[in-house]
């Protein structure tokens, strides 16, 4: 069992910035950050993988959010620039232990995933 916990989320102005964290109690093949917007499906924005440290993000994420880990290999994080109300959502942690591309991997064939915490952009 893989346990995940996000912190870092809350309120901000449009335009600012927020660092998300994931501690983790296992690294496995690939972990990678979802959010989820009220009323709307779960959306994947980015993964690192666990040997290579390869970065992969969302198209539409890719110039303002970056995801990284610490050196131990205990946290993962999500720095999250130029925010606007429509990156307002919950952001979760997931973890996969299965191997190939997991930027492609739906949602549902992640092994584990955290809690998640509350991103709000103001207008």
């Known amino acids: 069992q893989v346990h995940l916990v996000e912190s870092g989320g809350g309120s901000v102005q449009a335009g600012g910035s927020l660092r998300l964290s994931c501690a983790t109690s296992?690294?496995?093949?690939?972990m990678s950050w979802f959010r989820q917007a009220a009323g709307r499906e779960r959306e994947w924005v980015a993964a690192?993988?666990?040997?290579?440290?390869?970065?992969y993000y969302s198209d539409s994420m890719e110039d303002r959010f970056t995801i990284s880990r610490d050196s131990e290999k205990t946290t993962l994080f999500l720095q999250m620039n130029s925010l606007t109300p429509e990156d307002t959502a919950m952001y979760y942690c997931?973890?996969?232990?299965?191997?190939?591309?997991?930027?492609?991997?739906?949602?549902?064939?992640?092994?584990?995933w955290g809690q998640g915490t509350q991103v709000t952009v103001l207008p």
């Open positions: 997931a973890a996969s232990r299965t191997v190939g591309a997991c930027q492609s991997f739906p949602a549902y064939s992640y092994d584990y």
């Open positions: 296992e690294w496995t093949f690939c």
């Open positions: 690192m993988y666990r040997f290579s440290g390869a970065t």
